[in-house]
């Protein structure tokens, strides 16, 4: 059972505009969430993250908004750049778990 | 420059074969996992260690050992290669904060044949 879901494989955006990358998740004990980037032939690189205490978490052009009634997280990156075009991960941990859990992953390409 | 070393980068096995993934970290993390990751798929995790001296299974441990002699290292055994070990294999480290994200490796690609 998949635990955490990217349902959307892929996204396309203007430059300018906004990206919604979305995550939801299942298990009612994870407490933070985080927002991974990944280029080819590159690790992921940690973008941000939210705690289930807090309904929203912005850094510079990313925002991550909370919902824990839906179990529903999304990244908005406004406005979008030819160089945010990555793989985008969500992943979800609890304190003193050690770990975390890890969505499919969203290819968001920006077209200039 | 800081962060998480993966050696090798690139490695053909033969089924059967066995090597060992190394990995170095220079940030004092506690914390070091391996993940997986294969085409279409987010990142799995193998194995993680919260300290030097401990280890613990993730979600695909089967095929994969283990070592944490020394807290900047963490070592992926594979003891006898099968070809659905072909992935990419990634390295990460992190403080026990988890709000603060993982740093990880560039990752090595292994192939099974």
């Known amino acids: 059972d998949q635990q955490v879901k990217q349902n959307s494989p892929s996204l396309s955006v203007q430059e300018g505009r906004i990206s919604i990358l979305n995550c939801d998740y299942t298990n009612s004990m994870f407490d933070y969430f985080l927002w991974y980037k990944k280029y080819p032939a590159e690790g992921p690189t940690f973008l941000i993250s939210?705690?289930?205490?807090?309904d929203k978490n912005e850094d510079g052009r990313f925002t991550v908004f909370l919902n824990k009634s839906a179990k529903h997280l999304s990244l908005h990156i406004v406005p979008s750049q030819p160089g945010d075009s990555a793989v985008y991960f969500c992943?979800?941990?609890?304190?003193?778990?050690?770990?975390?859990?890890f969505g499919d992953g969203t290819t968001l390409t920006v077209k200039p | 420059n800081a962060g998480v070393t993966q050696t090798p980068k690139f490695r053909v096995l033969k089924t059967g074969q066995s090597m060992t993934l190394l990995c170095a970290q220079d940030?004092?993390?506690?914390?070091m996992y391996w993940y997986r990751q294969d085409p279409g798929m987010g990142l799995r995790l193998i194995h993680y260690s919260v300290g030097e001296g401990t280890t613990a299974k993730g979600e695909v441990p089967d095929g994969y050992n283990v070592s944490r002699l020394k807290k900047q290292n963490f070592l992926l055994g594979l003891e006898s290669a099968a070809p659905s070990q072909t992935s990419v294999y990634f390295c990460?480290?992190?403080?026990?904060?988890?709000?603060?994200?993982?740093?990880f490796g560039s990752g090595t690609r292994l192939t099974v044949v």
């Open positions: 940030m004092n993390h506690e914390y």
């Open positions: 990460a480290s992190s403080y026990p904060r988890t709000g603060d994200g993982y740093t």
């Open positions: 939210i705690s289930s205490i807090k």
């Open positions: 992943a979800a941990s609890s304190t003193n778990a050690g770990k975390s859990t």
